[in-house]
């Protein structure tokens, strides 16, 4: 998926390929207001030490997926979504593969949308549970 919010003209103002979704390898499979999917494809630098996958990515993969779809419903009345908090429970690691994420809309208000998150191994079992809020501020520009 190469554009940033479907059906919106938002130009982002770091171009995609030089964000922080891009340097861990972030593909978003499916966005919109209500669901996002994404997946990333495991490697060496995501680990921690001991041979895990840090709890970082799994926090970070959550907070963009809910931020990007809060967006595909906000940009266009002039707002912007803004991480304001990001609850992760690391229930099973995953050591290699694929990491699969689903984000679902639990709660649209005028100032904070309300997201869970699942991320998934190959096998789907469920490894990490996340519950995002993100606060719906004016745009200030670029």
Wanted: with cysteine.
């Amino acid at each position: 998926m190469t554009e940033f919010m479907p059906g919106s003209d938002f130009e982002p103002v770091v171009p995609l390929d030089r964000t922080f979704d891009a340097l861990y390898g972030l593909e978003m499979l499916e966005l919109t207001s209500e669901l996002a999917r994404a997946q990333v494809v495991v490697r060496e630098h995501h680990m921690q030490p001991m041979g895990l996958v840090h709890g970082g990515v799994f926090a970070s993969i959550a907070e963009s997926l809910a931020s990007a779809a809060t967006g595909v419903g906000v940009v266009a009345d002039g707002n912007a979504p803004q991480g304001l908090s990001n609850q992760t429970s690391f229930l099973r690691p995953i050591l290699a593969g694929t990491i699969h994420a689903v984000a679902r809309r639990r709660h649209k208000g005028r100032t904070t949308w309300v997201w869970e998150v699942e991320i998934t191994d190959d096998e789907d079992r469920l490894c990490a549970l996340v519950r995002m809020t993100i606060a719906v501020r004016p745009f200030a520009g670029g």
